[in-house]
């Protein structure tokens, strides 16, 4: 049997094989995961956000490629009415037709159904369904995010050690989680290349203390890439001992530069045929955003030892629970 505070390489228990302690420990989790999600939503809500509902199926969604750090077994299809439709790996395309047809800025918790490959499973940090917090913004640039999301994170933590207090004693992380100090230090990817070589999304959470941006990661076709320099203007969020929580960028808009993207990286273009015809009609907008995985947030501010013990019904990669 797993051990209830799970780590790489052990499944986390489902809720009816927990001990009394191992129930108590659950609940505690839940009420500062309540907390984030409370503060969250209040915060972008009082920012001006619209708050939008999630899309479960859809005949687009994001094709995962040629995103490196992509590790997908299968894709979930369906029919729906005679018509394919597959589970939503995330609503990126969604949001840039959101945010330029009707929405200017906007936020949604939106369910994630990834397919990870099984040996993920050993890592902690991987699950096959899980909830982002996305939005994005018209107009917008990674200066606009960067500020945003630092004030979420600072605020959040302050926030989280004044109203559950006794939930992060309990869990032993009161006197370990800080506040971090904005503004987070920037490192190109070619920086860290040359640092760490190729393994340096492992190598970078073990040698920083405070959150930090990574900017500059060749990615798919929907992240704008700069055609005079080569670089891509992306930014991922890592944070210390763990990893990636937040993936975002500013988008591309132009239909000849998508369309050119999606045919250089293989991508079926009919999985997109509303998004180009919206792109040809010159009915995109400019703009840019992120999803944050809400449960590697939680995780972090908690300490778990593996992103199961977050999640009331674990979610983890090879392991098919009954619930």
């Not at 390489?9 to 409370?38: D, F, M, N, Y």
Request: aromatic fraction near 10%; include cysteine.
């Amino acid at each position: 049997m797993a051990k209830e505070a799970a780590g790489a390489g052990t499944t986390p228990k489902p809720l009816h094989e927990l001990s009394r302690r191992g129930l108590a420990r659950k609940l505690q989790v839940g009420k500062v995961s309540t907390g984030t999600l409370r503060y969250l939503s209040n915060t972008l809500v009082g920012k001006g956000f619209d708050w939008l509902l999630p899309v479960v199926f859809s005949k687009s969604t994001d094709p995962l490629w040629p995103d490196p750090g992509a590790s997908i077994e299968k894709r979930i299809e369906t029919e729906v009415y005679g018509e394919s439709v597959r589970a939503t790996q995330s609503m990126i395309i969604h949001k840039l037709v959101a945010c330029s047809t009707a929405f200017g800025k906007f936020f949604v918790l939106s369910p994630n159904v990834r397919i990870e490959k099984r040996e993920r499973g050993a890592t902690g940090w991987h699950s096959y369904e899980f909830t982002q917090l996305d939005f994005e913004v018209r107009d917008g640039r990674f200066e606009h995010i960067k500020s945003l999301v630092e004030e979420l994170i600072v605020g959040l933590i302050g926030e989280l050690k004044s109203e559950r207090r006794e939930e992060l004693t309990s869990l032993g992380r009161y006197g370990r989680l800080t506040a971090p100090k904005a503004p987070f230090r920037t490192f190109d990817t070619a920086t860290l290349r040359a640092r760490y070589g190729e393994a340096w999304e492992a190598a970078l959470p073990k040698s920083i203390s405070e959150p930090v941006w990574v900017t500059n990661i060749p990615r798919e076709f929907y992240d704008f890439e700069d055609p005079s320099t080569g670089k891509w203007d992306n930014y991922d969020l890592f944070v210390p001992s763990y990893g990636e929580i937040l993936s975002g960028a500013r988008r591309e808009w132009e239909y000849e530069r998508i369309r050119a993207k999606m045919e250089r990286d293989g991508v079926r273009k009919e999985n997109y045929a509303l998004l180009l015809k919206l792109a040809k009609e010159g009915r995109l907008r400019p703009s840019a955003g992120a999803g944050m995985g809400v449960e590697r947030l939680v995780s972090w501010i908690v300490g778990a030892k593996h992103i199961g013990e977050v999640q009331p019904f674990p979610k983890v990669p090879g392991t098919v629970y009954d619930l």
